[in-house]
């Protein structure tokens, strides 16, 4: 009898704490985050993003089916390090052409390289010269001539306007 009157009593307060805590409309988009039962610091909720996804169409395709790894980049320092990416996206054809969307990233400056992993091996291949063996591409439809692409070769605009990328696979 006695816990029931507890729990009675636990459930009758916690009832009048979550009455008595009105939110304002300024307050709405705030989230207290919780840690066993105790608040702490209120985040900000995040707000469905209304932004255009960057689409990315690629054509002619070694294989229609070998996955396509996209490597997003966004400073000079890190363009082609797999390590200095700022993400990795990998994307399965049903031709040889592919329509892909990336949907979470923000507007801004960025830099594409793109391979083919034709034997799945989870890297770009390349010859003893350090060219690619597999089909690849990169934003702008740079082609490389003596030297590797830098940064400022392949870098593009990402916003609403200009949210769609055509690019073509070499080799």
Same mark, same amino acid.
């Given at each position: ?30 989230? @207290? ?6 608040? &702490?610091?209120? %985040?900000?909720?995040?707000?469905? =993003? =209304?932004?255009?996804?960057?689409? &990315?169409?690629? %054509?002619?395709?070694?294989? #229609? ?23 990795? @996206? ?6 040889? %052409?592919? %329509? #892909? ?34 089909? !690849?591409?990169? =934003? ?10 830098? !940064? ?5 605009? !990402? ?13």
């Amino acid at each position: 009898m006695k816990t029931r009157i507890l729990l009675l009593s636990i459930f009758t307060i916690a009832v009048v704490r979550c009455g008595d805590k009105k939110v304002s409309e300024e307050q709405s988009d705030i989230v @207290y985050e919780t840690v066993d039962g105790e608040e &702490i610091t209120p %985040t900000k909720k995040q707000k469905k =993003s =209304s932004r255009e996804p960057l689409t &990315i169409i690629i %054509t002619d395709l070694r294989s #229609a089916d070998a996955p396509i790894v996209l490597g997003l980049y966004k400073d000079n320092d890190s363009f082609l390090h797999e390590k200095g990416r700022l993400k990795e @996206y990998r994307f399965m054809p049903d031709g040889k %052409t592919i %329509t #892909a969307q990336i949907t979470d990233q923000e507007y801004g400056e960025y830099a594409i390289s793109i391979y083919q992993d034709e034997n799945s091996n989870g890297k770009m291949d390349k010859n003893f010269l350090g060219i690619p063996k597999e089909g !690849y591409c990169l =934003s702008n439809n740079f082609r490389p001539k003596l030297k590797a692409p830098s !940064y400022d070769d392949c870098k593009f605009d !990402y916003d609403a306007k200009s949210n769609t990328i055509k690019l073509n696979m070499l080799n």
